[in-house]
């Protein structure tokens, strides 16, 4: 039975580069934009691949076992969804702390997979700290590593998966999807855009494109300092060094060799960007992906990139995201 396979984890990565051919004609665009639809991945985002690294490397090194050790993870929900899911079959309890604002599919998809769910701002050490940074992802995740230190001087087996800091976050992205992206193109392309969120996508990918000696564009988007429309994506140039998630900083200051561009989302462009190509190509996505094609729109507009290839990266799928107004009339 060589086709059957003994989990879903073997089916993580191997997703699809699509062209938006609808999208294009629509909006005129001479360039081709060609989308990686992560919501192929068996637990519906991106962040299976980052999960599942983590979770095997940790356990090679025999940090966690299974039906002992706890699963803790900070999310604003496709993170702690894929830790919810492999820890499910991997036989691991899990605790989701969740960022607020987040869509009601996330936190039910969570649960449903057996995971105990958390909002952030039921945890009394950390309200008046998002108040004072707008609920901060990475002010949080700062503040809740002391909470959990906290847990493990008691004594429980806990193990923080720490998308935010863990090396292999950029590392599993540079590995799978960095290598992907340049393997199905054979390397064709001028640009590659990624909303912004741990920025472990877009340092991972960018490290693998550089070493290729490519010269595409790496663009990277992030929403506004105050935008809390753009879930899952965090602002890292108009905030205190402090809050500039790791993967793109270095010696105290913003990393400046891995992207060539920043752009700062416009909420409602991404939101219809999205509603967009979900009618031209019938790819439903989510907001974050939304922000990537508004910014790999404005790319394709340049006339620079006519008739070459711009990559767009799409995390997840639209379906949890319902209960939003994304798709709201």
Do not use: C
């Amino acid at each position: 039975m060589a086709k059957v396979h003994d989990s879903l984890t073997e089916l993580v990565g191997h997703t699809p580069l699509v062209r938006l051919h609808g999208y294009e004609k629509k909006l005129g665009l001479k360039a081709h934009i060609l989308a990686k639809v992560e919501y192929f991945n068996p637990i519906g985002s991106i962040k299976d691949r980052i999960v599942l690294r983590i979770i095997q490397d940790a356990e090679r090194e025999g940090k966690i076992k299974p039906g002992k050790t706890t699963l803790i993870e900070y999310t604003s929900g496709n993170t702690g969804i894929a830790v919810s899911a492999i820890g499910a079959m991997k036989g691991y309890k899990v605790q989701i702390y969740l960022q607020e604002g987040v869509s009601r599919e996330r936190l039910q998809v969570m649960k449903a997979f057996g995971a105990n769910v958390t909002k952030i701002g039921d945890v009394p050490e950390l309200q008046d700290a998002l108040k004072q940074t707008n609920n901060d992802f990475v002010a949080a995740t700062n503040i809740l590593k002391q909470h959990i230190r906290d847990r493990q001087a008691a004594g429980d087996d806990i193990y923080f998966v720490d998308q935010m800091i863990n090396p292999l976050n950029p590392t599993a992205h540079h590995d799978t999807t960095g290598r992907e992206i340049w393997e199905d193109t054979d390397g064709d392309f001028s640009a590659l855009v990624a909303a912004v969120g741990t920025a472990g996508t877009i340092r991972g990918i960018a490290d693998y494109i550089h070493e290729q000696g490519s010269k595409a564009k790496i663009i990277a988007v992030e929403p506004g300092a105050t935008d809390t429309k753009l879930t899952g994506i965090h602002n890292f140039t108009e905030v205190p060094i402090e809050r500039v998630p790791p993967s793109i900083k270095a010696d105290g200051a913003i990393r400046n060799d891995i992207f060539d561009e920043v752009f700062v989302g416009d909420s409602n462009g991404a939101f219809e960007a999205a509603r967009t190509v979900a009618k031209t190509d019938g790819v439903l996505v989510g907001n974050s992906s939304g922000a990537a094609l508004w910014g790999a729109t404005k790319i394709a507009l340049r006339e620079e990139f006519a008739g070459k290839n711009i990559v767009v990266i799409f995390p997840d799928t639209g379906l949890r995201y319902l209960s939003t107004d994304l798709f709201g009339e």
